[in-house]
């Protein structure tokens, strides 16, 4: 035997146990973490949370409240109403016990608000773009995808069975070309207003695609219900594609009615095969009915004050029409979303920052977040705002724009 492999012997000659192997320190398993967040803070990504108080001072121009109905005191009374009535939680599935008699009428004159036969209600936006997705593919389904859409439809897709082919932005001919090298089932899939610069999709073009090839098309209409259309109705009302047998869409309750929650709607028999297949649905607890209520609320204000949808295309236009003529480069909105170009990820954490510190609200979007990696402001319009409020938000972007 070689010596370094000699038994260690006691001191009465006989050998002594092995040595018990080195075991690694406690949470060496998660040290890739360090790295991972020092490439973040390297590339300039690092992300924070700010939690806010209920009554903070500055100016919103970040959230998504686009008709400044979360605090309205309808919305915020009928989910309070709703929760004393039916409970903090669904209290299951919707399949169990998580379905009320609130989300029915919900789904019901959200349907008919849009113009569409029917609706299914689930927790979020998020979910609602999973459910529609992996729900209407299957394998051998063709799903043609927007460069610019939002990450759920782009996790629904990943999530399917079905191949996936992404196309150019906003480029019908380009997905009549992917539609046209396939043979069966097929989806397209888009944005109604896309979130990062806020255009819109030529939906009339897509439909037409759509339909020459037997194809379905699912739009996500998030920042499209109620600003455009009739009264808020929708991209797809505003199309004239809003309850078409071939045109199903998806919306968040958490933008323009204030709330939380999603949605999506289309033909009766879609929304019976989503009951029945989609997994978001199927093992997610139903939708709060503080949230139904105070969505319910929302729907039905909007109803009845239809120039609320109109007022937050005016404040939109009114944002980009004088930060450009002061020289800013900003994408005409198509909806309620105003995009100011940054010269880069860091100059637009700094413009942010310095927005902030002067009281104004802003979003920030860079990279991996943006797909064409140009790092912007982003605004969102409300029709709550005054003219003294818009003034003030222009003229704080105006004085903390970077100047290289």
Not at 86 to 102: K, Q
Not at 155 to 170: E, F, K, M, N
Not at 321 to 343: E, Q
Not at 362 to 376: A, L, Q
Request: charged letters at 20%; hydrophobic letters at 45%.
């Amino acid at each position: 035997m070689p010596q370094d492999s000699a038994p260690t012997l006691l001191r009465d000659g006989s050998p002594a146990a092995p040595a018990e192997p080195r075991r690694p320190a406690h949470g060496a398993a998660f040290d890739w973490l360090d790295e991972a967040r020092d490439e973040r803070r390297r590339a300039g990504l690092v992300r924070t949370l700010r939690p806010r108080p209920a009554d903070h001072p500055l100016l919103d121009l970040a959230g998504n409240d686009y008709l400044g109905l979360a605090r309205h005191p309808e919305v915020t009374h009928g989910a309070a109403a709703a929760a004393q009535r039916w409970g903090a939680g669904a209290t299951g599935s919707r399949l169990v016990t998580g379905s009320t008699e609130l989300h029915a009428r919900l789904e019901s004159e959200l349907a008919a608000f849009c113009g569409f036969e029917a609706a299914l209600v689930l927790s979020s936006g998020y979910t609602a773009n999973l459910a529609a997705v992996t729900a209407l593919t299957a394998a051998g389904t063709l799903v043609v995808s927007d460069a610019g859409n939002h990450a759920s439809l782009i996790d629904g897709c990943r999530l399917s069975r079905a191949r996936t082919q992404v196309v150019p932005h906003a480029d019908p001919e380009a997905v009549r070309a992917a539609l046209n090298g396939h043979d069966g089932r097929a989806l397209a899939v888009t944005d109604s207003v896309f979130s990062v610069d806020g255009d819109a999709a030529p939906l009339p073009a897509l439909a037409e695609v759509c339909r020459t090839r037997g194809a379905a098309l699912l739009v996500d209409d998030a920042h499209g219900l109620g600003v455009l259309g009739e009264g808020g109705r929708g991209a797809l009302w505003a199309a004239g594609l809003a309850g078409d047998g071939d045109v199903v869409t998806t919306v968040t309750l958490s933008k323009s009615l204030g709330s939380q929650g999603g949605a999506v709607l289309g033909p009766a028999r879609v929304i019976e095969h989503l009951v029945n297949t989609a997994r978001s649905f199927i093992f997610d607890t139903g939708l709060a009915p503080a949230a139904a209520g105070g969505a319910l609320a929302a729907l039905r204000l909007l109803g009845r004050e239809p120039e609320r949808a109109a007022r937050a295309g005016q404040v939109a236009r009114k944002l980009h029409d004088r930060l450009t003529a002061a020289g800013l480069a900003a994408v005409r909105p198509d909806a309620a979303v105003v995009s100011v170009r940054a010269p880069s990820p860091e100059a637009a954490v700094g413009w942010a920052a310095d927005c902030r510190a002067a009281g104004l609200v802003v979003g920030c979007f860079r990279p991996p977040s943006v797909p064409d990696g140009i790092s912007r402001l982003r605004l969102t319009a409300r029709a709550d705002l005054t003219d003294d409020q818009i003034d003030t938000a222009v003229g704080t972007i105006l004085a903390t724009a970077p100047t290289d």
